[in-house]
């Protein structure tokens, strides 16, 4: 059975198409591992400057720093180069990021002090408030800082209790280590 010429020319049409799109489908990705292997060193090297010139507790305080802003930059390139790749896909985005708009907001009002407890984090690290050995009173209680994470703090007090703290309750600190002390 003889096969018409446009059903090869339609044929033809579609296989040159996905091939187009599988080529261009290809590009995004590596295009989005050059640019996050580009954030990645260009934050390590910002932050390798700053890190050989502190000690102690700020160089914990600039890898935490560098580490997130490594994270955060490739989440936001990989889901735009999702974005992209749906798009070629054929997939319409605009409804996907609408509704993704909306289970956000949803999830956002479930996981509020979560969000609250790692803005609150982020903010102590990055102020540098305090650090790991620094001797607080934040939540009520009062010990010495055995680990700081963007989600909590962790204190030991003088009777060897340990008292966990969301950083987001964390609304006064007293730093005890810091600064001038005086003696009556």
Known sequence: MPVSPDLLSRLYGWSANIGANALRIVFILLGAWAVTRFFRVFIDRSFRVRLLKTEGAADQRLQTLSTLLSSVSRYVVYFVAGIMVLEELG???????????????????????????????????????????????????????EELGLRMTRLRDWGGEVHTIPNGEITKITNLSRGNMRSW
Request: charged share 10%.
């Open 91 to 145: 997939v319409r985005t605009s409804s996907l990021l609408a509704g993704a708009g909306i289970v956000g907001l949803t999830v956002g009002f479930g996981a509020q002090n979560l969000v609250k407890d790692i803005i609150s984090g982020f903010f102590i690290v990055f102020e540098n408030q305090y650090a790991v050995g620094d001797y607080i009173q934040a939540g009520g209680v009062s010990g010495i800082v």
